[in-house]
């Protein structure tokens, strides 16, 4: 995407849809770096942080969740035509999240066994990530995401260059860091080597597998992964269930995912 120089006081509006606000509050968890950011930009719809909502058109939106509902499915398009610059924020978002475990079952079936008056939920049958339903110009993934990924993409924006962001997988954090691989070592379960870089290789630094929060990588090798997982003793249910977590809808994830049903 290329870099856009925006206004001196740009508009910066922060979006939910289906998620659990999570990428919202690593925002939020910015705390000095924020107050940086407010000082230059103009916080026009941020219900976490404010009150104030004041009438686009948007320099940035930030949007967070997957499109679940009509209504949500409508919406999104009201805020892609108000918006210069429309940012998909964390795993909901970028690639349906969780929820879209849903876009494999029969949702009626489950909406008919949990609510006592099903007739009253009105949902779509699969979570989508925004980019099925509206042109997006940037995506942070993450199950949350980054905090310092945003600020270095918001600062980036502010003064019109490309962000820098990690291209690479999550077994370069490892190396980087010097963290023994938890699945060459101790034979542990990793999606490290499909896996997008961003979190700072958080789970191997605690001697644990990546679990895929920031989704795939480009041209990831899921096969070769799943046939050494199951080298390690993984059965077909363990090794779709690895797929299916944060990025299920991801389409490298649930298409490994699909060879194990």
């Not at 990924?149 to 860091?177: F, H, T, W």
């Not at 690895?242 to 389409?251: C, D, E, M, Y």
């Amino acid at each position: 995407m290329a870099a856009q120089k925006i206004s001196a006081k740009p508009k910066l509006a922060v979006w939910k849809f289906s998620s659990c606000d999570g990428c919202q509050l690593s925002l939020l968890g910015c705390e000095d770096e924020l107050l940086a950011v407010a000082d230059r930009v103009e916080f026009a719809y941020f219900l976490e942080a404010t009150r104030a909502q004041i009438k686009g058109p948007y320099d940035i939106s930030l949007v967070e969740g997957s499109i679940t509902t009509a209504e949500e499915e409508e919406r999104i398009h009201k805020i892609r035509r108000q918006s210069k610059v429309l940012i998909t924020i964390g795993a909901c978002a970028t690639a349906g999240g969780i929820q879209a475990l849903k876009n494999f079952a029969d949702v009626d079936e489950f909406i008919r066994t949990v609510y006592a008056h099903p007739e009253f939920i009105k949902t779509l049958q699969k979570s989508t990530a925004i980019a099925d339903h509206v042109k997006v110009d940037m995506e942070l993934r993450g199950c949350p995401i980054d905090k310092k990924q945003l600020l270095e993409v918001l600062g980036a924006y502010l003064i019109g260059r490309k962000p820098n962001l990690p291209d690479q997988s999550q077994c370069m954090e490892c190396k980087l860091a010097g963290t023994v691989c938890v699945m060459v070592a101790k034979g542990q379960a990793c999606l490290g080597p499909v896996t997008h870089a961003g979190c700072g290789n958080l789970c191997p630094s605690f001697d644990r597998g990546c679990y895929g929060c920031f989704g795939p990588k480009e041209l990831p090798n899921t096969s070769a992964l799943a046939a050494r997982l199951g080298e390690l003793g993984l059965d077909d249910k363990q090794r779709r269930d690895l797929f299916r977590t944060f990025n299920t809808a991801a389409a490298p994830f649930m298409k490994e995912s699909l060879n194990y049903d």
